[in-house]
């Protein structure tokens, strides 16, 4: 039975939930905010169904001529697509592909109430809503029962998703589609929907209106800066780089609210199991500089045959240059490794229920308020000003 996966094991990825054949199966958020499957005892039939399309029980395995994968940087041709992308605007050229084909495109959304969930798209307008990198853990609802149905009717479909997701679906369809075209990206991990609300609650109240946009990895200073740009709907923003903001610094320099799968994820490995993997190609500036332009470079791994032809048919929507998996994998840790949780998440976690979230985040990331982090960022950052100017 599923309730037998230790609870710290367990990606959230909804497979055991759609596949119960006695839906007696619900994804209920934890006191972190996670989803976890709940089995409802009266309904459920002893099938063991749920474990055996678990990804993490199984340990699903892929064999592949494709390990370690076909590398390439590269961005879209067009640049409005590569600036509002998070990297280089990959994904959106790789689902107008499977678009024009009358093929399906599955990936996360922001919902009215600003939370993440995955969603079917077939039209290039829909592509929209999935662009961008959104730093919460998506609800795939029950996506994977309507992509089995598009392709047992001989649609083309394009599923995008974390790792675990990915693995998640693959195991609940239990064999290979021609049709299907795996996706999935280099993941640092997911943060909890619960501080993530708290983090707009915030912000809300700071500016005293309603949030009307999120836009991680906002461009307007450059790629490298990793900038967060929340629009309200009276007109004003907010924005503030990596560095300064209060959720990316508790996501990324104290790992104080991933899932805590995510601290050992399983997905991180090769042969990765989907066609393609995508990220962004950090630290490429420093063997090729002439693909680091700040204005996003993605990372795009062929790990397949079927990802090798869909990357054919892409081709010309991009620039692209053939790399080296080393250059990929001297700059992007988390291809290959989990960050450690703070020792301090469960104690963080308990005053998250008492404090504000900016209170919160400058009484645990005390060392990131510092006046020496201040002036070591400041020389950094005219450091790498200098550079350019002299290079231009
Ligand atoms: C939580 C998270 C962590 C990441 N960590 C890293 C990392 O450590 N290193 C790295 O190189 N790259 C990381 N990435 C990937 C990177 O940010 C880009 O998403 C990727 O390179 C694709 O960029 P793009 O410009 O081609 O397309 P984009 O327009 O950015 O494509 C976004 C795609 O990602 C999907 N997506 C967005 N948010 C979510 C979500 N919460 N859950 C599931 N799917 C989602 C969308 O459906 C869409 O398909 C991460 C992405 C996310 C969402």
């Known amino acids: 039975m599923i309730d037998d996966l230790e609870k710290d094991k367990c990606t959230g990825c909804s497979a055991c939930y759609c596949a119960c054949p006695s839906e007696a199966i619900e994804m209920k958020a934890d006191e972190e905010g996670f989803w976890h499957p709940e089995i409802d005892r009266e309904m459920c039939t002893d099938c063991d169904i749920c474990s055996d399309v678990c990804p993490v029980i199984n340990k699903l395995?892929?064999?592949?001529?494709?390990?370690?994968?076909?590398?390439?940087?590269?961005?879209?041709?067009?640049?409005?697509?590569?600036?509002?992308?998070?990297?280089?605007?990959?994904?959106?050229?790789?689902?107008?592909?499977?678009?024009?084909?009358?093929?399906?495109?599955?990936?996360?959304?922001?919902?009215e109430r600003h939370l993440v969930?995955?969603?079917?798209?077939?039209?290039?307008?829909?592509?929209?809503y999935l662009k961008q990198s959104k730093y919460i853990q998506s609800d795939v609802g029950r996506s994977y029962e309507k992509i089995k149905d598009l392709l047992e009717s001989g649609n083309d479909v394009l599923f995008c998703g974390t790792p675990c997701q990915a693995a998640g679906l693959h195991s609940f369809l239990g064999r290979e589609y021609e049709k299907l075209i795996l996706c999935d990206f280099i993941c640092r991990g997911?943060?909890?929907?619960?501080?993530?609300?708290?983090?707009?609650?915030?912000?809300?109240?700071?500016?005293?209106s309603a949030v009307k946009k999120i836009t991680f990895k906002y461009k307007g200073y450059?790629?490298?800066?990793?900038?967060?740009?929340?629009?309200?709907?009276?007109?004003?923003?907010y924005?503030?780089?990596?560095?300064?903001?209060?959720?990316?610094?508790?996501?990324?320099?104290?790992?104080?609210?991933?899932?805590?799968?995510?601290?050992n994820?399983?997905?991180?490995?090769?042969p990765r199991?989907?066609?393609?993997?995508?990220?962004?190609?950090?630290?490429?500036?420093?063997?090729?500089?002439?693909?680091?332009?700040?204005?996003?470079?993605?990372?795009?791994?062929?790990?397949?045959?079927?990802g090798k032809r869909f990357f054919e048919l892409v081709k010309p929507a991009l620039f692209f240059e053939e790399c080296t998996f080393n250059e990929a994998s001297?700059?992007?840790?988390?291809?290959?490794?989990?960050?450690?949780?703070?020792?301090?998440?469960?104690?963080?976690?308990?005053?998250?229920?008492?404090?504000?979230?900016?209170?919160?985040?400058?009484?645990?990331?005390?060392?990131?308020?510092?006046?020496?982090?201040?002036?070591?960022?400041?020389?950094?950052?005219?450091?790498?000003?200098?550079?350019?100017a002299l290079k231009r």
């Open 61 to 111: 395995q892929r064999s592949s001529n494709f390990s370690p994968p076909q590398v390439f940087a590269a961005w879209s041709l067009d640049e409005n697509v590569r600036l509002t992308s998070t990297s280089g605007g990959f994904f959106t050229e790789l689902a107008k592909a499977v678009i024009v084909r009358q093929g399906y495109v599955v990936g996360a959304r922001y919902n």
């Open 265 to 270: 994820c399983q997905f991180k490995r090769l």
């Open 330 to 388: 001297s700059g992007n840790a988390c291809i290959f490794e989990s960050p450690v949780a703070n020792p301090l998440r469960a104690s963080f976690f308990r005053d998250l229920n008492n404090m504000p979230f900016d209170r919160l985040i400058r009484l645990y990331c005390r060392d990131s308020y510092s006046k020496k982090r201040e002036l070591r960022l400041f020389s950094q950052n005219l450091k790498r000003r200098l550079i350019k």
């Open 190 to 208: 997911v943060n909890s929907p619960k501080v993530y609300m708290k983090y707009l609650a915030m912000l809300q109240n700071r500016y005293r």
């Open 239 to 263: 924005i503030k780089d990596r560095y300064h903001d209060p959720y990316m610094l508790g996501y990324i320099e104290h790992n104080y609210y991933m899932r805590p799968s995510c601290h």
């Open 222 to 237: 450059g790629w490298n800066r990793f900038s967060t740009l929340v629009e309200f709907e009276d007109g004003r923003h």
């Open 117 to 128: 969930e995955h969603c079917i798209v077939s039209d290039v307008e829909g592509l929209s």
């Open 273 to 306: 199991l989907s066609d393609i993997s995508m990220g962004d190609f950090w630290g490429i500036a420093e063997t090729r500089p002439h693909l680091d332009a700040d204005k996003g470079t993605s990372l795009i791994f062929i790990n397949s045959e079927k």
